[in-house]
Nanobody
Framework: QVQLEESGGGLVQAGGSLRLSCAASGRTLSGYTMGWFRQAPGKEREVVAAIGWSGGMAVYADSMKGRCTISRDSAKNTLYLQMNSLKPEDTAVYYC????????????????WGQGTQVTVSS
């Protein structure tokens, strides 16, 4: 079993930055693709980015491409999402998850999820 816990969310003004963290416990994240997703009120969960097991490859969805960077620290068993130039439409609950498919951008391929952290961007 893997437990994932997100942190770093909060309230930020438009144009600001936040760094989300996802700490894993129970089992190592090494060897697995990890991803960040988000879900805004009344909308479906959507992918933000995914990173390969070695950290060398990352893919981004169009929603935040160019404004965010996904990274991981294998030694700390932690995943990160640096978000810049935030917009009010980025307001959502952000989730980290572990995939069973390499560099997948599909939620169906993720079988472990955190509880989420709220990000609110004010205009």
């Amino acid at each position: 079993q893997v437990q994932l816990e997100e942190s770093g969310g909060g309230l930020v003004q438009a144009g600001g930055s936040l760094r989300l963290s996802c700490a894993a416990s129970g089992r190592t994240l090494s060897g697995y693709t990890m991803g960040w997703f988000r879900q805004a009120p009344g909308k479906e969960r959507e992918v933000v980015a995914a990173i390969g097991w070695s950290g060398g490859m990352a893919v981004y969805a169009d929603s935040m491409k160019g404004r965010c960077t996904i990274s991981r620290d294998s030694a700390k068993n932690t995943l990160y999402l640096q978000m810049n130039s935030l917009k009010p439409e980025d307001t959502a609950v952000y989730y980290c998850a572990r995939a069973n498919r390499y560099l997948s951008l599909t939620a169906h391929d993720y079988n472990y999820w955190g509880q989420g952290t709220q990000v609110t961007v004010s205009s």
